[in-house]
């Protein structure tokens, strides 16, 4: 939506509040607020939402998304999604964030529970069959996995992430001939996808593909620069290219995001030593 339309679409919803104050106003309201990156203000109209109806689920989730991804509050962002669900029991996504949220606290049964009742719910759901098998993939069981995120490429194959994963089993289980495709189609989907840059460069770096390898880690550098690991991941391409001058830069920019990388203090220590005696 362009700024004009988003301007035009708040006043509208704010003179609609005016004549009837309701909680599906404010709650689309907050949406347009959160497409706007402006979370503060999206979560004040979730609440005004919820001093109306204190049981409106679409504003009990979106705020739970809001305190949950942008603020990191996963035990409030649990209790509002659990309080939608004794309302619907059967909202299969609110069981889907909800598992979401179990699975990035490591409570792999709850999020399990919760993936798998989404699903049944919904055969529908690809998120939910994401969801199980990222439970899998924690869990290593990396076969099983697999067959939950091809379950969920046959609903929509559109998603970067189960690619991504997918990708990453295949690695674990050194099925090599089948990981570049799945890196090379999540960058595909979403060209600003650190962590599958990170992916596909460190399996070309296993290659011995160095070149290419340091062509994605500096992408991944390029989309976020703070990632050390990529910094220290490059360097180590570029010292089997034997360019330790390069190696040695992205050692030392490695350590000045991160003074406490082990493998960037150790890689240096190597560079230095090859420099030294050239």
């Not at 609609?16 to 907050?30: T, V």
Request: aromatic fraction near 14%.
């Amino acid at each position: 939506m362009k700024s004009g339309n988003i301007t035009e679409a708040i006043d509208y919803l704010n003179d609609q509040i005016k004549e009837k104050k309701i909680p599906e106003l404010y709650n689309e309201l907050g949406n347009i607020y959160f497409s706007k990156e402006d979370y503060e203000k999206a979560l004040e109209e979730y609440e005004k939402a919820l001093e109306i109806d204190e049981n409106h689920i679409e504003s009990l989730y979106n705020k739970a998304n809001v305190l949950f991804k942008i603020y990191g509050d996963s035990n409030n962002a649990i209790k509002l999604l659990n309080k939608a669900l004794e309302i619907d029991q059967n909202n299969y996504q609110v069981l889907t964030f909800l598992g979401e949220i179990y699975l990035l606290k490591r409570k792999l049964k709850k999020a399990l529970d919760c993936f798998t009742k989404s699903v049944s719910l919904n055969e529908d759901n690809y998120l939910g069959y994401f969801g199980i098998g990222n439970v899998y993939c924690a869990k290593e069981n990396y076969d099983k996995a697999i067959s939950y995120y091809n379950k969920a490429i046959e609903i929509n194959s559109e998603i970067a992430a189960v690619y991504n994963m997918r990708g990453l089993c295949y690695k674990k289980l050194r099925k090599y001939d089948k990981v570049l495709d799945d890196f090379y189609k999540a960058i595909e989907l979403d060209p600003k996808y650190a962590n599958a840059y990170f992916n596909l460069a460190d399996e070309l770096d296993r290659k011995r593909r160095y070149e290419d390898a340091v062509k994605y880690y500096k992408k991944v550098v390029e989309l976020n620069s703070l990632d050390d690991m990529a910094y220290n991941n490059m360097g180590y391409s570029y010292f089997k290219m034997k360019k330790y001058e390069n190696a040695l830069e992205c050692y030392e920019k490695a350590l000045e995001i991160n003074p406490n990388n082990k493998y960037a203090v150790a890689n240096k220590k190597q560079v230095e030593v090859y420099l030294k005696n050239k």
